[in-house]
């Protein structure tokens, strides 16, 4: 079980930091990933981290803005949200891969958190 939370209201260029915990579930057996659904919209890609933190990607839309990062210890996955913009709005969800390595797609997730939601107000 995934539990995603950090989301809420956000002026445009403010902050948030998304947290994605697990109970009865070691994270760090997986490949992270966060993703995105607005309203209206398919569900797509935001972020992802190896197995072992030693590598990330973002999509293009978040590059050099959003962080993703992982704590063992805490059993957690992160996702810093910077300089947020009204087009981030939508409710965030974080996957757990039986993988080394992201995916883009979300189809190779096996396991979903209930999602968090993001609004970011102009």
């Known amino acids: 079980q995934l539990q995603a939370s950090g989301g809420g209201l956000v002026q445009a260029g403010g902050s948030l930091r998304l947290s994605c915990a697990a109970s009865g579930r070691t994270l760090s057996s997986y490949a992270m990933g966060w993703f995105r659904q607005a309203p209206g919209k398919e569900r797509g890609f935001v972020a992802g981290?190896?197995?072992?933190?030693?590598?990330?990607y973002y999509a293009d839309s978040v590059k050099g803005r959003f962080t993703i990062s992982r704590d063992s210890a805490k059993n957690t996955v992160y996702l810093q949200m910077n300089s947020l913009k009204p087009e981030d709005t939508a409710r965030y969800y974080c996957?757990?891969?039986?993988?080394?390595?992201?995916?883009?797609?979300?189809?190779?997730?096996?396991?979903w958190g209930q999602g968090t939601l993001v609004t970011v107000s102009s």
């Open positions: 996957a757990a891969r039986s993988a080394t390595y992201y995916s883009t797609r979300d189809s190779d997730y096996l396991y």
């Open positions: 981290i190896s197995r072992s933190a030693g590598s990330t």
